[in-house]
Nanobody, 125 residues
Framework: VQLQASGGGLVLPGGSLKLSCAASGFTSDYYTIGWFRQAPGKGREGVSYINADGRKFYENSVKGRFTISRDKDKNVIYLQMSSLKPEDTAVYYC????????????????????WGQGTQVTVSS
């Protein structure tokens, strides 16, 4: 089982990036997928989640700016990020947990079983 995150880079404030999380060794349809991020000197925080039942959730800090989606045919989960701010700068990770998760635990990174390696997103002028 592997998760491969990609798509990070340097972008100007107000710009956009699309992150990808490629899943291999399992069918992501049956898993809850979460995007997390960790800024320098800070703890890992949740960003967005797509539950195994297809429902999507966003943390308040990114609501209205980020969109999570899943391509079942390609077994890839995306995070489209728009209107990026300097405070979005972080290493972004995708994570997976088999089956649906209760809404109340989606943001708890320690419930996820599998993790990708992370991709750096830097928002700066």
């Amino acid at each position: 089982v592997q998760l491969q995150a990609s798509g990070g880079g340097l972008v100007l404030p107000g710009g956009s990036l699309k992150l990808s999380c490629a899943a291999s060794g399992f069918t992501s349809d049956y898993y809850t997928i979460g995007w997390f991020r960790q800024a320098p000197g800070k703890g890992r925080e949740g960003v967005s989640y797509i539950n195994a039942d297809g429902r999507k959730f966003y943390e308040n800090s990114v609501k209205g700016r980020f969109t999570i989606s899943r391509d079942k045919d390609k077994n890839v989960i995306y995070l489209q990020m728009s209107s990026l701010k300097p405070e979005d700068t972080a290493v972004y990770y995708c994570a997976a947990k088999y089956n649906r998760l209760p809404v109340g635990v989606l943001s708890q990174y320690n419930v996820y079983t599998y993790w990708g390696q992370g991709t750096q997103v830097t928002v700066s002028s």
